[in-house]
């Protein structure tokens, strides 16, 4: 009686090699681009010895749980792992060619019910491994769904108590976004509408049209950054809320930061015809601190001293405290804050009232402080500031020269 068992196990680490690589070759079986060859080989040995087994005698109980067993824990790992259940079933495919075409030329050797039972005892082994690969692949997948399930149900409850916490916030930021939204719709429509006027009727006020149509164009641009800004400051706010605001410290000169705000700004102050002063004879030459987080803490503050400036100077200074701190301060001649309002200018959405009817600056958006506040603790530092109505403010920051 021919032994096909023996050419299987002796043929093993062959058809193991084999299946490996017309696996990592199949264009239906993407993940293998990302394994390793251990790692897609996975139990495969272990199933084909067993089937060995099986074909040198009547499949017995003990060499089924084998495997059943082999094929369970394949199905686990390929959950693990990734695999589509498509996948999985090309692998199955793939290994039974490969175990007939092993095998093919001891077929012409054997007799007709050799052949049909070696057939017969392989299909078989085989449709077993799949179904017991599937029954532990789909289990793993059902159990990863429960788990999502229940991280999904928690992360809607925080959520939910979130919003509700944050309610008047999120309130306050919708109020706020409405006026650039209604203005960027509006100004749209009605430039939408006069280019297709413009499109059938064109006479001797044609360029003046053009002239008007490009102011409409700089309104709804004006009032696309702005809401940008607000949406982008918001971010900033929530994210540090959230815990998700991370150092990234490097050792820096903050001469060279102070002099590249101050020329990313001075057009600024060069159109409403201020002067900036820089004194940095006693600044630190070297810190070590987030030069992105330091960039946004002075961009802000001189901004808003730009802003609320309309004559005079604005002086940006640096110096060394002590052996462990350093300063930076940042002065302007602009209309100064009300003491009552000094204690409320870091909250988010506050803003300062300017004249007597307490309007407010078209671009100021209430969230710059707020940010510079936060920025400020999560560079380990702290921030006051000295004001007086129609004389200016001065805010200072103290850092640490080394954050930890």
Known sequence: MKDFSQLLENKTQIIVEEWVEAVREDKKIT?????????????????????????????????MKRIV?????????????????????REYCILRDIIFKTIEPEFLQASVREVLRAVRVIDMVLDEAIASCFQSYTEQRLTELQHLQNQLSLNNQELTRLVRS????????????????????????????????HSDV???????????NLEH??????????????????LEISRYDAGEMKLHPEFINPCELVKGVHEMLESLATNKELQILIELQEAPQLVYTDP?????????????????????????????LNDSQWVISVSDTGVGIEPENQAQIFKPYFRIGIGDQLSYL?????????????????????????????????????????VN
């Open 31 to 63: 993940i293998t681009k990302n394994l390793s060859r251990s790692a897609i080989q996975n139990h495969l040995g272990d199933i084909l010895n067993a089937l060995a087994d099986v074909l040198a005698k009547s499949p017995q109980d003990e060499e």
């Open 69 to 89: 067993q082999e094929s369970l824990n394949h199905g686990i790992l390929r959950a693990e792992q990734g695999y589509d259940a498509a996948e999985i079933a």
């Open 166 to 197: 944050n309610q008047d916030n999120l309130s306050y930021l919708a109020h706020e976004l409405k006026s650039p939204l209604t203005s960027i719709i509006g100004y749209s429509d009605l430039f939408l509408r006069l280019q297709r006027k």
């Open 202 to 212: 064109k006479d001797e006020k044609e360029e003046k049209d053009n002239f008007t």
């Open 217 to 234: 164009i700089e309104r709804v641009l004006r009032s696309g950054r702005q809401l940008l800004r607000i949406i982008n400051d918001a």
């Open 292 to 320: 992105l987080r330091l960039q946004q803490i002075l961009t802000n503050l001189l901004s808003n001293a730009i802003r609320y400036t309309d004559r005079g100077t604005i002086k940006i200074k640096c110096e060394i």
């Open 362 to 402: 078209s671009d100021s958006t209430g969230l710059g402080l707020a940010i510079v506040l936060r920025l400020v603790k999560l560079l380990q530092g702290e921030i006051n500031v000295v004001s007086q109505v129609e004389v200016g403010s001065t805010f200072t920051i103290i850092l640490p020269l080394e």
